[in-house]
């Protein structure tokens, strides 16, 4: 069955970085866009960015522009969001998603 697994969130500093992964499984990962969402407490999902199946091709939401970058290595069914000079505003749960499917979450706290 399909299946995406995120990982990589954890506790970051303002001003710091955090990358976060994205495993696919279950499905040709290169044949299906790639997108990522969070949702901060207490507020609904948000989009963040997505990815074409093979790139370069990729979107963002304003407030990730310039400090997220979606990307992908379809060799190994995983995508990624690198995110620089996190905010305290960008604490959420974030998740993996292809359409109807949506991985667990991995949770980024920023805080100092």
């Known amino acids: 069955q399909v299946q995406l697994v995120e990982s990589g969130g954890g506790l970051v500093q303002p001003g710091g970085s955090l990358t976060l992964s994205c495993v696919g499984s279950?499905?040709?990962?290169?044949?299906?866009?790639i997108d990522w969402f969070r949702q901060p407490p207490g507020k609904e999902r948000e989009y963040v960015a997505s990815i074409a199946s093979t790139g370069p091709h990729t979107h963002y939401a304003d407030f990730a522009k310039g400090r997220f970058t979606i990307s992908r290595d379809n060799a190994k069914n995983t995508a990624y969001l690198q995110m620089n000079n996190l905010k305290p505003e960008d604490t959420a749960m974030y998740y993996c998603n292809r359409g109807s499917f949506w991985g667990q979450g991995t949770q980024v706290t920023v805080s100092s």
């Open positions: 279950g499905f040709t990962f290169g044949n299906y866009a």
